[in-house]
């Protein structure tokens, strides 16, 4: 849906990028409400891809010395 197809990643420096979403109502759903349990998508998503990033960039530096 939309809260998915607004997640961006921009570069904000040379080794640096800050990943956000568009859907205002995304810190709502990833911690909760009075009225509606949290759904941490962002904790999940790190912990997927946080194992293959590292891998990737430990590639990058090896590849670069």
Do not use: L
């Amino acid at each position: 849906g939309f809260m998915r197809g607004s997640v961006q990643a921009v570069p904000d420096g040379p080794f640096n990028w800050t990943v956000g979403n568009g859907a205002g109502y995304s810190v709502h759903v990833n911690y909760g409400t009075v009225n509606m349990p949290a759904r941490n998508f962002v904790e999940y998503s790190v912990a997927i891809i946080g194992p293959q990033f590292i891998a990737a960039m430990q590639r990058m530096v090896e590849k670069s010395i």
